[in-house]
C-alpha cells in the first residue's frame, strides 16, 4: 500500500501520455471555428438564396445579384462575431477549467485536471470534483454526491475500495482514489457525449425561431409554384418572369433573424466575459432575461467568502470540560488536514496544536451541520451549529445564558459555532443523548461592499430576493436586514418548514429570509418557487449550493467556489463580484428583448412579402418589384438598423409567449404594408403609365410604410433611434435622386402627382399601422420597457 500510494513516477506519466491515457477530451464552451464557420454558411435559407443568386446570374441580371453580396456579408458577420465570442469564452474557461490534487513520485502537486492519466492517485477533498472513474484506496469519512450522475440527493458514503464515478462531488471528509478510466472512457464523458457544454437549454426564443423557419419554408412550396407560373404566363420574356419571381422568393426569406439571433446571444456572452463572468451555454442568457426571483445564498454572495475569528467565550460551569476550550479547538484544526472555511478560520488562529492523539472523527456534513473529533485521554467533542447541538444540552448546563449570548452575537450577523463535550463519546452520524456546551466560536464575514446596492437595483426591477442559508436564522436576517432586503425583519428557520410543496411555496410568498436551511431544502426551495411560475435564479459558492445550483432556471457560482458549485452552473462569477449581477441580468434582458424586437421587423417583412406573392399570383398581374428593389428596402428598413437595435439597451423583463407575440404584431403590420402597396401599384398600372415606374411608386409607398415599423420598434425613442429612422429615410431619398443609384436600382421617377399618391398612401397605411399598434392587442411593442434606453453597467 506504501508503494502504492506514492503515485506514478514521472516515466510512467510520461508512457501514459504517449499512450493516450489521458483525461484530455474534446469538452469546448463553444463550437469549434470549423463548427462556427459550417452553422453560418450551409443553412436552408443560405442554400434557397444561393440557388436563386445562381438562377439570376445565369439570366444575365447581375444587378438583380445584389442579395448576394448581402448573403455573404451576413455570414461573414456571423462568423467574425461567433469567432470572436468563442476566444473570450475559451479564455476564461481556463481559468474556471477544474484542477485535481495528483500524488507522483511522493510528492501531492495540483494540475489540470485534463492532465490527469490512467492510475493516477488523487487526492479527495471537501469540495472537489471527482472528474475520472476511480478505486477509493483511503476513506476519511468520505462522503460523495453522485445527484448529477443518479438524480439521488442523498450523499452516498465511501469505503476503501469502492468506486466512484466522474461528474459526481465530495460533500464530506476527505480520501484517496485511483483513475481507473479516464477521457472519453469515463461515465460522465459518456454520459454526456452527445449534450457537451455548447448544447442549448430549453429556449423559448430559440423553439419560437425554429417553428417560424419551419412554417415560412412550408410555405414558400406552393406560393413559389404559384408565383412562377404566373409570372411565366404574366410577362412577354422568360428573364422578365425570373426576375419577378426571384424577387417574391428573396423578400419571402427572414435571411437575417437567425444570423441577428446568433450575433446577440454571441456578444452578449462577449460582454459579460469582459467582466470576467464566464457564459457556460449561450442560450442560458434567455434565462436571465425571465428571471424574476433570485436566491441568494448569504456566505460568499452576500458576504465575502472569508471568515475570521473573532472571539473565543466560555460558556456553561468552569468543570464542564477538563481541557481549555483553545486548546481543544487547536486540537481539532490541527487534526484536520482539510478543514472548511470556519474551521479554517480557527486554523489561522491557532495554528499550532497541542500534540493529541485522534482517535477517531465525523467529517463536517452541510445536512448535519456539525462535525466530531475523539482525542486519546482529552474526551469526545462536538463544534458545530448551536441550535442544533444544543437540543442534546445536559440538564442544567446553564442554556439561558448560552442562548442569551447567542442572540446577541447572531443579531450583530455574526457566524457563531459551539464547541461541546460528549461524556458519552461519539455514536456515529446521531448526536449522542448528552452534551456539555463549552465555548461559543465566535466567526466574523465581511459584507460586500456592493450587497445593499444590488439588492436595491432588484427591487427596482421587480425581482424579488431570497436569502437562503445555512447559518443561523437570526445571523442571516441580520445580515439581510444591513443589505435591504425586504422582509429580513422576519427570518425563517428552515427546520420549521414543510415538505409539502405547496405549502412550501405559500411560505416562500411572504417571507424572504431563511436559515439552517439544508441543501435538500435549498434545492426544494427553487422547485417550490418554479411551481408557482416564478423563473428563479440562484447564487452560490459552496458544495451545499450545487443541487439547488443544478435545477435552477439559472445557475450563477462565485469564481472561488467549489469545483461542484462551478461544474454545474451555467454562469460563474470568476472575479468573485456580486456587484456585476445586475450587468449579468441586464445583458439578458438586452439580448431577449432585443431579439424579439428584431423578429417583427423581418417577419413583417416576410408576411407582406407572403400576402404579394398571392395576390400577384392570383391576379396574374407582374410583380411590383425586382429583386434588387427588395435589396434596398430590406437593407434600408431592417438589415442596417436591425445590427444597431439588436444590439442596443434594453431592461424589459423576458415574459413567456414570444412566438405568439411576434406573430401578433408582423400579420397585420405584413398585411397593412402589403394591401397599401399593391393599391398604389395597381392605381398606377391603371394608369397605363411604363411599369418600371410603376414599380418606383411601389418601391416608395412600401418603404414608407416598412421605415414607419421600424419607428414603431424603435420606441421608446432615443436621440440615436431618431438618427437612425432619419438617417434610413435620407438615405432612401438619396437612391432616388443619386441619378447613378437611381439606374442601378432601376427606379426612373415617374411624375410629382404619382410621387405624391404613393407618399400618400404609405402615409395613410402608417397611420392606420399606428391606431392598430396603440389601440389593439397586436400592439407587441408597448410592451417594451421605457427603460429601454437607460444606461446600466451591461
Known sequence: METTLQGLSGAEVAQRLTDGHTNDVPDPTSRTIGQIIKANIFTPFNLLLGILLVVILSVGEYRDGLFGFVLVANAAIGIIQEIRSKRSLDALAVLNAPHSTVRRDGTDTTIASKDVVLDDIIILTLGDQIVVDGEILESTNLEIDESLLTGEADPVEKSTSDKVMSGSFVVAGSGVMKATAVGANSYAFQLSSEARRFSLVKSELRTGINRIITIVGWMMIPIAILLITSQLATHDGFVAAVQGSVAGLVAMVPEGLVLLTSIAFAVGATRLASKKVLTQELAAIEGLARVDTICLDKTGTLTEGSLSLSTVEHVGSADASSSDAVSVLAAIGASDDHPNPSLAAVVAEYPTGPGWTRTDSIAFSSARKWSAAQFADHGSWYLGAPDILLDKAAAGASLDATQNRLQHYASRGQRVLLLASSPSGLHGETLPSELLPVALVVLDEQLREAAPKTISYFGEQGVAVKVISGDSPITVGAVATRCGVPGADDPIDARTLPEDQ??????????????????????????????????????????????ALKDADVGVAMGSGSAAARAVARFVLLANDFAVFPSVVSEGRRVIANVERVANLFLTKTFYAVVLALAVGIGRIPFPFLPRHFTIISSLSIGIPGFFLALSQNNRRAVSGFLRRVLRFAIPAGVIASVATLIAYIIERSTDIPLDQARTVAVITLTTIALWVLAILCRPMSWWKYLLVIGMAVCFVGVLVIPGLRDYFDLPLPDARDIASAVGIGVIASAILEAGWRLTDWSVPQQLSNDDNVETSA
Open 502 to 547: 405547496e405549502a412550501l411555496a405559500d411560505i416562500l410568498d411572504t417571507h424572504s429570509v431563511f436559515g439552517r436551511v439544508t441543501p435538500q431544502q435549498k434545492r426544494a426551495m427553487v422547485h417550490a418557487l418554479q411551481s408557482r411560475g416564478h423563473t428563479v435564479a440562484m447564487t452560490g459558492d459552496g458544495v451545499n449550493d450545487t443541487l
